[in-house]
């Protein structure tokens, strides 16, 4: 008798080949270091989720729940990147299966909601380059002028559109979604894109907006995953998780 993966319920039907167990069993245990480390870096506070891509078909998503109250105990729930959102998945969900769907090259993402980033938007626009972490979303990331919620496929959709190929995109007065290549990759982004809300606000209250800003060619050969960049700032991130290392 197949043994039911962790994260499904007892008598949902999951898929016929579903991914081995050992694998499941990891991934849950990323997403809810994931979910942790966004809430202790203060990315997100009573709203907000992440997910990890499984396949082409299906991703696992956090338990919907705040995501610094996630415990060893909350699995996740697994969702297809095409259909109805399983019962008891939060309706913003919608945002993640509508990128899955349209980005082969996306393994994770974050939703967060972070102040830095929430007063940048209220200019009407995303954080320049003007650091190293900021680079990363060379020339700027795109920038939803919508302050409605992504309750509906078609928004989602709209907002996934807008989205691209880049990184991330903010919303006006309604937080960000950071992508990465990896679900450790999409928690250093958005530590990254706070910080480049940090500084766009100091330039703000300093200058008035004026200022330099990095070259195409300087953000590009600054915006490096090598010397284990990821790697390093994760470990900073998950650092006391009770999951950890």
Same mark, same amino acid.
């Given at each position: ?99 899955? @769907? !349209?980005?082969?090259?996306? $393994?994770? #993402?974050?939703?967060? *909601?972070?102040?830095? &980033?929430? +007063?940048?938007?209220?200019? /009407? ?95 590009? @050969? !600054?915006?490096?995953?090598? $010397?284990? #960049?990821?790697?390093? *700032?994760?470990?900073? &991130?998950? +650092?006391?998780?009770?999951? /950890?290392?």
């Amino acid at each position: 008798m197949r043994q039911r993966p962790r994260g499904f319920a007892i008598g949902e039907r999951f898929p016929i080949f579903p991914p081995e167990i050992a694998v499941l069993e990891a991934k849950q245990k990323l997403v809810r270091q994931a979910a942790r480390a966004c809430a202790k870096a203060g990315l997100v506070n009573a709203y907000g989720h992440c997910s990890a891509r499984l396949d082409d078909e299906s991703f696992l998503v956090c338990a919907a729940m705040p995501m610094g109250l996630i415990t060893p105990r909350d699995d996740g729930v697994i969702v297809k990147t095409r259909g109805s959102l399983p019962a008891g998945v939060l309706g913003e969900v919608r945002a993640h299966q509508q990128i899955y @769907a !349209r980005r082969p090259d996306v $393994g994770g #993402i974050c939703r967060i *909601m972070p102040p830095m &980033l929430l +007063s940048v938007s209220a200019f /009407g626009r995303s954080p320049r380059v003007r650091h190293g972490f900021g680079a990363y979303f060379s020339p700027a990331a795109p920038f939803w002028n919508d302050t409605g919620l992504l309750r509906s496929d078609e928004r989602a959709a709209e907002l996934a559109a807008a989205l691209g190929a880049a990184r991330a995109i903010l919303m006006r007065g309604n937080g960000a979604i950071v992508t990465g290549q990896t679900l450790e990759q999409a928690v250093v982004l958005s530590w990254y894109f706070e910080d480049a809300a940090r500084v766009e606000l100091d330039v703000l209250k300093a200058s008035g907006g004026d200022g330099p800003l990095y070259s195409a060619e300087e953000a590009a @050969a !600054r915006a490096t995953f090598d $010397g284990r #960049i990821v790697e390093r *700032m994760w470990d900073y &991130l998950t +650092s006391g998780d009770p999951e /950890g290392p």
